[in-house]
């Protein structure tokens, strides 16, 4: 599958408007991080795309069983002093199920955790995770651990994501995966040093750790008891 090309994204937009519930929508979505189809909100594969050197057949295998538990990734970037950029995750679940992991996140130094309604309006300004720097730049921010540069990448702002999924979306599901029923939760690792993707180490601890409460939601979305 090649997702840089018009062709293979409309046949997977075509896949995900045939799934009917929420476990098919789920199913081709993990499908996605071992480049098995595409998605509407990256138009690139998941592993091999220039602009996601970092990504892993290891760490694919760990956004499936986030996807698993029920939650939708969007967006990701790992740890890098070099690079400017703290890691981060950015994913959608309902209201249980964001509690749970901004409860439980926010215990551990080193994180930030938050969730808010999609699609709001700057509800946070000024939280970067990336910065643009010049060459010498880059060498104050190795030397320092102080990030220099431009401002680049801020989280908080208003999500767009969800209006493309729904562009792809079967209609018994356009209610399921909405604004109304989910919520956006952003994960961010402020120690740069670290692990380059240790928050999705965190993240899978607290939905293991959880899994009944997690489990439950994922099966009332989709239409069950």
């Known amino acids: 599958m090649n997702c840089?090309?018009?062709e293979d994204h409309n046949k997977s937009q075509e896949l995900f408007s045939q799934a009917k519930t929420y476990s098919q929508f789920l199913d081709l979505w993990m499908r996605f991080y071992i480049n098995e189809i595409c998605i509407p909100t990256y138009f690139a594969n998941f592993i091999g795309a220039e602009d996601n050197?970092?990504?892993t057949?290891?760490?694919?295998?760990?956004?499936q069983e986030i996807t698993k538990f029920g939650l939708i990734p969007i967006n990701f970037q790992t740890n890098s002093l070099k690079s400017c950029q703290k890691a981060y995750v950015n994913l959608y679940a309902t209201e249980i199920v964001s509690d749970i992991i901004t409860q439980y996140i926010n215990r551990y130094p080193g994180f930030i955790a938050f969730y808010q309604d999609i699609g709001g309006y700057n509800c946070i300004n000024n939280l970067y995770v990336t910065y643009d720097p010049d060459k010498d730049e880059k060498k104050r921010t190795v030397k320092t651990?102080?990030?220099f540069g431009n401002p680049f990448t801020s989280l908080g702002r208003k999500s767009e994501d969800i209006d493309f999924i729904q562009e792809w979306l079967n209609p018994d599901l356009s209610d399921v995966i909405s604004n109304e029923n989910l919520k956006e939760v952003i994960i961010?690792?402020?120690i740069p040093t670290?692990?380059?993707?240790?928050v999705l180490d965190l993240l899978l601890n607290v939905l293991r750790d959880n899994d009944q409460a997690i489990n439950s939601e994922r099966e009332r979305l989709n239409g069950k008891e």
Do not use: H, L, P, W
């Open 53 to 55: 050197k970092y990504a």
């Open 188 to 190: 961010i690792d402020t």
């Open 145 to 147: 651990g102080v990030f």
């Open 4 to 6: 840089g090309s018009q």
């Open 57 to 63: 057949r290891k760490m694919g295998e760990k956004f």
């Open 194 to 198: 670290q692990k380059s993707d240790r």
